[in-house]
DNA sequence: GGCTGCTAGGAAAGCGCTTACCTATGTGAT
DNA sequence: ATCACATAGGTAAGCGCTTTCCTAGCAGCC
């Protein structure tokens, strides 16, 4: 690897004027020993060594975000709109993976640290859990403490800058069109209740429907897996569960998929008999049959916000963005059978 | 930020010393110290700036990656085996987006050339451009001539380790399949002319209606966007343009996907009167309805591949591995109505 | 022509770490 | 008791860069 110093002697100059040259340092350099370092540069394909210009002039250039699973849609949509801001500020972006678990988590927010990020992005949801509410808290006023920026997407750990969906008023959305269609028995397709996401969710849905008069039953509520196969299963149990049901509301689109799977194969028509109804507006809930009335979030924007906080200037208090959520009637929900 | 130093200082040893412990160095230290440096780790956070490491010992612990779009499902897939085997060897990954513009895709390399990352992939289509072939494949020479590792999958650019999807294949058991069916008239929705993957695609397809003794002939291809849309574009235009088609050929699930919605509004039945196949077997195609026939490569397996020959020892002479295609059956094709 | 005052370029320190090399201590052998 | 040797721990160099500080050279002025 080609270092300053090369270039510098090729150049027949010092290391300090090669390096005024190539970072368009203010002080002047004469047109002639420019060129002959720019020449230099070229023929010896000189790409200066980040690491040893962060270590001279602490000036991070990467940003670290830390999300559950970056195949998934939701973060796939998340990820984009971060990725957009951090470009636009010149910044790469190291991806992490914590496939939902918090030790993981933890351990990421450490080597992001020791990398010395600019800033590091905690997107997905929080967990119902304290200790490691605590230890996260604890690492991240660690990594802050070292001049590193903070920012989380929809999570609550986080006592500084945070974008946040309303996943609550989504829930009540979709509660009180269920209403409003005329629904009563209504099943829910939850995900891991240790979630915060979830539990967000679920209180909206449960205050509409409180609201409306027909508070939802525990019973009818169903914690399952986070992906289609879960939504299946959950879904099977409560038609079995519960007699009559007229609505299926699944708290994201994977598992409102699964669920429009398993009323498929029992022959079960939608929304003749059964409506369905998710949550995200992922991409495939418009592509199924029938298309799903779910309710959007607008993910790119979500993490273009937490991005923009992270890069931007510091505030001196933590700043909190609710970004809303809309509901998006399609065909999956109908008014419920006599 | 504590550093070493500070850590030293306060277990009252030498930062040699503390480096030791630290780094669990095979010089023995005494109990009593190496307690004393531990406590000091922990009570001061101390965690080793990366880059002062790799500055003095060089051993790159960050891999970078460059794919056209980690938020389209394609690339999801593909980077979710890349981050596995990349998680395994303990190196973060830093992604980055292309967005298929092939001069961002340079400029990329470069940036990761300067973080010293211990390896580059790059994922995704070539293109049909000898210029930027050129550039890249020498931009890829010079990082590899300071020691760093490249990998491709799914582009030719690169005269070292590459992992390829069999495109072609995939064209020509979709080609024979629909022969066998009866179709006779068939349109291709297909995706931009630039992409290698694309005419990879197309080559295996041609080839084995070619040998069925029905060739394809140039005016039943469209070239369009990769996305719904362009499928939706593309289909609508052959529908016009070659009377009594009966199957289409779209060379990705997302234009397959749009040619159904078209049909769909059209209320021209599939696979009744017109059979439609994709190619990639995303996870959309099992939920459309009717569900996509569609070629599947084994994208995680591709990405998992690539990164265990970019991280595993070099080897003397470029290796290739070829990942097979395998057609996937489902109910959007069916036979040629008479 | 001699002085001041500026400016272009170089020397060198230092960022935080690792490690080769050296010193001082303790051990065992004689 | 003395010496040689092994070994724990420290000293310092150096990784590649930036930047402060300094020097040498020059122009402009009296």
Redesign the pocket.
Known sequence: ?A???DVARRA??????A??V??G?S????DN?RERVLRAVADLR?V??AH??L???PQRSVVGVVVHDVSDPYFAELTRGLQRVATDHGRLVIICNSYRDPERELEYVEMLRAQQVAAIVLAGSGYHDATFTARLAEKLAAYEATGGRVAVVGRHEHPGDAVMPANADGGRLLGAELLRQGHRRIGVVAGPQVLTTITDRLDGLRAALAEGGHPLSEERIRYADFDRDGGARAAGELLDAVPGLTALVALNDSMAVGALTLLRARDIPVPGQVSVVGFDDMPVAADVTPALTTVRLPLVELGARAMTLALGPAADRSRVEVLPATLVVRDSLGPAPD
Chains 1, 2 share one sequence.
């Open positions: 690897m270092t300053l110093a027949g100059v010092s290391p300090a004027t390096s005024r190539i970072n340092s002080k002047p350099v004469a020993l000189y200066p060594n040893a210009q270590l001279a002039r």
